[in-house]
T-cell receptor, first 111, second 115 residues
Framework: QKEVEQNSGPLSVPEGAIASLNCTYS??????FFWYRQYSGKSPELIMS????GDKEDGRFTAQLNKASQYVSLLIRDSQPSDSATYLCAVKGAGSYQLTFGKGTKLSVIP | DADVTQTPRNRITKTGKRIMLECSQT?????MYWYRQDPGLGLRLIYY???????NKGEISDGYSVSRQAQAKFSLSLESAIPNQTALYFC??????????????FGPGTRLTVT
């Protein structure tokens, strides 16, 4: 059973701070990794995809991947109250045609 | 205009009824998916289709069936609804032709309640 683990939170950070969201996965051969943001009652929205070890930056968001440690993270710089949402990590395993989603981390940015 | 639409957005139905949820997309994507989301259980894949002639079961397909009527349309049916199928259902699409095989884009969801 391929697993994707996230701390459910809530993670509370003050406005302007860096929010760090973490995700671990069990399938060592996993190849593709995604971060989604989901506001309450809304659908998941793709924020970032990352395929290679290292960092990938897009605006205030940075995804970090370490395949040796089976770890992927999302950093949100200059956090805003509008970033308050649940963040889902998704992983495509080796030989799989499906994404496995974590249960999400709820982020709360305090003004 | 929304790229991925789902109808209905909300539905209440009774145990034993047949119900169909519909998904349409204007993104031109070849791949389509149906998920359900339950509190505490996260998103789980029900069925996926990589093209009109390709239908595959996901993690939790029992009690569900699908039809890919066209590249842009993918329907999910509950043949005989039961209360534990009460959930939020999402359709998603992705585009293998552009290299974003697994970058999935979600519709707005259908909230289904089975009483």
């Amino acid at each position: 059973q391929k697993e994707v683990e996230q701390n459910s939170g809530p993670l509370s950070v003050p406005e302007g701070a860096i929010a760090s969201l973490n995700c671990t996965y069990s399938d060592r051969g996993s190849q593709s990794f995604f971060w989604y943001r989901q506001y309450s009652g809304k659908s998941p929205e793709l924020i970032m995809s990352i395929y290679s070890n290292g960092d990938k930056e897009d605006g205030r968001f940075t995804a970090q991947l370490n395949k040796a440690s089976q770890y992927v993270s999302l950093l949100i710089r200059d956090s805003q109250p509008s970033d308050s949402a649940t963040y889902l990590c998704a992983v495509k395993g080796a030989g799989s045609y499906q994404l496995t989603f974590g249960k999400g981390t709820k982020l709360s940015v305090i003004p | 205009d929304a790229d991925v639409t789902q109808t209905p957005r909300n539905r209440i139905t009774k145990t034993g009824k047949r119900i169909m949820l519909e998904c349409s997309q204007t993104k031109g994507h070849d791949r389509m998916y149906w998920y359900r989301q339950d509190p505490g259980l996260g998103l789980r894949l029900i069925y996926y289709s990589f093209d009109v002639k390709d239908i595959n079961k996901g993690e939790i397909s029992d009690g569900y069936s699908v039809s890919r009527q066209a590249q842009a349309k993918f329907s999910l049916s509950l043949e005989s609804a039961i209360p534990n199928q009460t959930a939020l259902y999402f359709c998603a699409t992705s585009d293998a032709t552009s290299g974003g095989d697994y970058e999935q884009y979600f519709g707005p969801g259908t909230r289904l309640t089975v009483t």
